[in-house]
């Protein structure tokens, strides 16, 4: 069975680090893009950051280029999220996803994982 599982969400205060990670079971990745999104209260979900199935491209939602980083770790099929210098406007759930390629239809989710920037 295809599942996503996120973990590494949780409260941190202005300026403060958290690395979410999503691992896969029930196939492998090497072959997909994977993606994270995040979703903020009334907001639409949007698109934060994508990694080409070879880790050799990657972009980023412009409001986090220079604080955030994906890298995927196909050896343990999974895909991680490094967040530095984190904002309140940061707060949100966070889901992975898999995708054919990035900025394409998503295949598979994540469960979410919430992420507070808070003082």
């Known amino acids: 069975q295809l599942q996503l599982v996120e973990s590494g969400g949780g409260l941190v205060q202005p300026g403060g680090s958290l690395r979410l990670s999503c691992a896969a079971s029930g196939f492998t990745l090497d072959y997909y893009s994977l993606g994270w999104f995040r979703q903020a209260p009334g907001k639409e979900r949007e698109g934060v950051s994508c990694?080409?199935?070879?880790?050799?491209?990657?972009n980023y939602l412009d409001s986090v280029k220079g604080r955030f980083t994906i890298s995927r770790d196909n050896a343990k099929n999974t895909v991680y999220l490094q967040m530095n210098s984190l904002k309140p406007e940061d707060t949100a759930v966070y889901y992975c996803?898999?995708?054919?390629?990035?900025?394409?239809?998503?295949?598979?989710w994540g469960q979410g994982a919430q992420v507070t920037v808070s003082a």
């Open positions: 996803a898999v995708m054919n390629y990035c900025r394409g239809p998503v295949v598979s």
């Open positions: 990694v080409s199935s070879k880790g050799g491209s990657t």
